[in-house]
């Protein structure tokens, strides 16, 4: 998978060279590419923003550097358009399904709003160019689009084939099955008069994953009864029947 972002903040995006997305970076299995919005304006002061029209607080970013910067990072391919995401509070929200329909792609790219957000005719252009999405970390307002961007591409980026070392525990993570993961614990087996659950220590692997998927069941409705509603009975297993 290839991704481009573009920010005025490039330096925000430096996480991006650590720890499991930095290694596929190295092992080739992931081309990331930061661009510096500002390397696309054509005036001495590389201006980005301009006063709002209608009036109002804050400044917008200006359309064409964008124009300009989005056109150079589309990889020009037969047929089919890259995805173009645009951080947005006003967007689709994120989640673990559209991460996995996401590390479907070819290329990924990533426009980093800032101030008030980008001349809104940047959205209307760029569907001639690309699938457009805004997307939404969630209902709250960040300074810019660079952490969603961070949090996007580390989600995306360890569901592409060889990233995580072990793909099973993709598989049972929170959010795959539409449920969160069990509670998980290590050695010591009695810590400050806290134990380990018992059945974890039975060796009885039938009574194990038995338990983790009440405990399943019993976080996601204690912690997100919304999950819940949304969870399809239809497709529950004997198993899971008699976990509830
Ligand atoms: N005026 C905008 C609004 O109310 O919808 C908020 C602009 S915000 C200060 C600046 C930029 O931060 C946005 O253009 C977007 O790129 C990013 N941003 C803010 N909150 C976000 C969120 N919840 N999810 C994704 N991106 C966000």
């Given amino acids: 998978m290839r991704i481009d972002v573009v920010s005025i903040f490039p330096e925000y995006l430096a996480p991006l060279e650590l720890s499991l997305i930095g290694k596929a970076r190295q092992d080739g299995l992931l081309e990331l590419n930061v661009h510096d919005l500002r390397t696309f304006t054509t005036d ?63 290329q990924l790219v990533f426009a980093c709003g800032r101030y008030e957000g980008i001349d809104e005719r940047v959205i209307d252009w760029a569907q001639e160019h690309f699938t457009v999405r805004p997307v939404s970390l969630g209902d709250y307002v960040l300074n810019g689009g660079e952490v969603a961007v961070l949090a996007m591409v580390e989600a995306i980026g360890r569901l592409l084939p060889g990233v995580v070392g072990n793909p099973e525990s993709l598989v049972e993570e929170s959010h795959s099955d539409g449920l969160l993961e069990y509670p998980v614990y290590t050695k010591p087996s009695a810590w400050r008069e806290h134990d380990v659950p018992p059945i974890l220590l039975s060796g009885n692997h039938g009574k194990i994953a ?33 976990a509830l």
Avoid: C
Avoid at 83 to 94: H, N, R, T, W
Avoid at 210 to 236: N, Y
């Fill in 44 to 106: 001495k002061h590389r201006t980005v923003d301009d006063t709002p029209y209608g009036g109002g607080a804050g400044m917008v970013m200006k359309p064409e550097p964008w124009a300009q910067a989005l056109e150079s990072v589309a990889a020009a391919r037969e047929g089919s358009k890259p995805v173009l995401i645009v951080p947005s509070p006003a967007g689709e929200k994120f989640n673990q399904a559209l991460a996995y329909e996401l590390a479907e792609e070819e």
């Fill in 210 to 242: 038995q338990w983790r998927r009440h405990e399943q069941f019993r976080r996601t409705a204690e912690r997100r009864p919304d999950l819940m509603e949304g969870f399809d009975a239809g497709v529950l297993s004997r198993a899971d029947r008699t």
